[in-house]
């Protein structure tokens, strides 16, 4: 979704707002909400919540208190209260919904973690936080320079400045835990601002900085995704799919978060399918699995000692050998039932609407082979001789 200004030039390439992050209509931004009770009103007698959600860059958010009772929308730019000095953000839910989103995430309206809002943002508050933001793509760099020289074994991701200018926080990433004491007397010499170190996980740095997947669209973490759950192997085991850690992972490095959208569907399919170390007995030997196929509700079986030759068959009758089996008397063998399996499945198209075949011009047709014959039969003109 684009807002109204991110419109096409003349050239036919994307305008853009240019409002680098801080889009007014709240459409441009990640994580961005749609409020589905704006056009409701409030039982007569209830109060409005007085708690809205604010957002500040790259999808972090937080909720405040509106104590002076505000009329805020969303998109609105908002001081809020930092500890210490103020911070703006913008803000990207209000009303009803907040109080969800708080019962949610857990937080209490009463709690010390709920702040309040200063006031709607002046035009010197949004000078001072633009100014602020356009350094640090500048700061980013330099602090990569000296981590470097230190020889720290860590990778500054973003950087992200308070409002009112007088804190920067380093989001970094590192494997082992990092001594940084000399790095943040380098950064406040050089910076001349409050530092503020944080670690974030891979898959945190990878919502911050955002991308496209491979399936082509921008990352979930990056634009709805909020949670994230624990990713294992066995889910792509579960899905039948290849255990390349090339193709499962994301650009984080770790597995990829859409592997457990589907899963318990997955899940819910597999329960009626047997279990792939069961063997069934039969009459000629014993069969191992080799194969399931979830969305057409087959397996496929391999005799010991014949392993190129695979019988197909359905969950059904898979169910019928084993009840055979347990029953002491096991059927005669595997090809009397991959047999009708294939009977069922055989289908004979015909021609019903009176189409031509597709191999028409294979073949040529009489009439071309009698021109051939005829220009054969046409006897040849004799040159004249020549008397000289």
Same mark, same amino acid.
């Given at each position: 979704?684009?807002?109204g200004?991110?419109?096409?030039?003349k050239d036919?390439?994307?305008? #853009?707002c240019k409002?680098?992050g801080s889009c007014?209509?709240?459409?441009?931004?990640?994580?961005s909400v749609f409020?589905?009770?704006s056009n409701?009103?409030?039982?007569? #007698?209830?109060?409005v919540?007085n708690?809205?959600?604010?957002r500040?860059k790259?999808g972090?958010k937080?909720?405040?208190k509106?104590?002076?009772?505000?009329?805020?929308q969303?998109g609105?730019?908002?001081?809020?209260?930092a500890?210490?000095?103020h911070?703006?953000g913008q803000?990207?839910?209000?009303?009803?919904?907040?109080k969800?989103?708080?019962?949610?995430k857990?937080?209490?309206?009463?709690s010390?973690e709920?702040l309040?809002?200063?006031?709607k943002?002046?035009?010197?508050?949004i000078?001072v936080?633009?100014?602020a933001?356009?350094r640090e793509e500048?700061i980013?760099?330099?602090?990569r320079?000296?981590a470097?020289?230190?020889?720290?074994?860590m990778k500054?991701?973003?950087?992200?400045f308070?409002?009112?200018?007088?804190?920067?926080?380093?989001y970094?990433?590192?494997?082992?835990r990092?001594?940084?004491?000399?790095?943040i007397k380098?950064f406040?010499?050089?910076?001349?601002?409050r530092i503020?170190?944080?670690?974030?996980?891979f898959?945190q740095?990878?919502?911050?900085?955002?991308?496209?997947g491979?399936?082509?669209?921008?990352l979930?973490?990056?634009?709805?995704l909020?949670?994230f759950r624990?990713v294992t192997?066995?889910?792509a085991?579960?899905?039948q799919l290849?255990?390349?850690?090339?193709k499962?992972?994301?650009?984080?490095?770790?597995?990829?978060?859409?592997l457990n959208y589907?899963?318990?569907?997955?899940?819910?399919?597999?329960?009626?399918?047997p279990?792939q170390?069961?063997?069934l007995q039969?009459?000629?030997?014993?069969?191992?699995?080799?194969?399931?196929?979830?969305?057409?509700?087959?397996?496929?079986?391999?005799y010991?000692?014949?392993?190129?030759?695979?019988?197909?068959?359905?969950t059904?009758?898979?169910?019928?050998?084993?009840?055979?089996?347990k029953n002491?008397?096991?059927?005669a063998?595997?090809?009397?039932?991959?047999?009708?399996?294939?009977k069922e499945?055989?289908v004979?198209?015909?021609?019903?609407?009176?189409?031509d075949?597709?191999?028409?011009f294979?073949?040529?047709?009489?009439?071309?082979?009698?021109?051939r014959r005829?220009?054969?039969?046409?006897?040849?003109?004799k040159r004249?001789?020549?008397?000289?």
């Amino acid at each position: 979704m684009a807002c109204g200004s991110c419109s096409t030039g003349k050239d036919g390439q994307p305008k #853009g707002c240019k409002n680098n992050g801080s889009c007014g209509t709240d459409s441009c931004n990640k994580l961005s909400v749609f409020d589905w009770l704006s056009n409701m009103s409030l039982p007569n #007698g209830q109060a409005v919540f007085n708690c809205v959600e604010v957002r500040f860059k790259n999808g972090r958010k937080h909720f405040y208190k509106n104590v002076d009772n505000l009329s805020l929308q969303i998109g609105d730019v908002v001081a809020t209260e930092a500890s210490p000095g103020h911070d703006v953000g913008q803000v990207s839910l209000t009303g009803e919904l907040v109080k969800v989103q708080m019962r949610k995430k857990r937080v209490k309206e009463d709690s010390d973690e709920v702040l309040k809002i200063y006031r709607k943002a002046s035009q010197k508050d949004i000078d001072v936080w633009t100014e602020a933001r356009n350094r640090e793509e500048q700061i980013k760099k330099r602090a990569r320079e000296i981590a470097i020289r230190l020889n720290l074994r860590m990778k500054i991701s973003d950087i992200e400045f308070q409002g009112d200018g007088s804190k920067a926080t380093f989001y970094y990433t590192a494997e082992d835990r990092v001594d940084f004491r000399q790095l943040i007397k380098e950064f406040a010499y050089e910076f001349k601002t409050r530092i503020e170190m944080k670690q974030i996980g891979f898959r945190q740095e990878a919502a911050r900085l955002g991308g496209i997947g491979s399936c082509g669209r921008e990352l979930c973490c990056s634009t709805w995704l909020t949670d994230f759950r624990s990713v294992t192997t066995s889910a792509a085991r579960y899905q039948q799919l290849s255990l390349n850690p090339q193709k499962l992972a994301g650009q984080c490095g770790k597995l990829k978060c859409c592997l457990n959208y589907e899963l318990d569907s997955y899940l819910d399919a597999l329960k009626e399918f047997p279990k792939q170390d069961t063997k069934l007995q039969t009459q000629k030997g014993t069969a191992v699995c080799q194969k399931i196929d979830i969305f057409k509700g087959s397996l496929w079986y391999a005799y010991e000692g014949e392993w190129m030759n695979w019988h197909e068959l359905k969950t059904d009758q898979v169910k019928k050998i084993l009840e055979a089996a347990k029953n002491k008397k096991p059927v005669a063998s595997l090809e009397e039932f991959s047999v009708e399996l294939e009977k069922e499945n055989k289908v004979d198209f015909g021609n019903v609407v009176g189409q031509d075949s597709l191999t028409r011009f294979d073949k040529p047709t009489k009439g071309q082979n009698k021109k051939r014959r005829n220009k054969r039969k046409k006897p040849r003109k004799k040159r004249p001789k020549n008397n000289a």
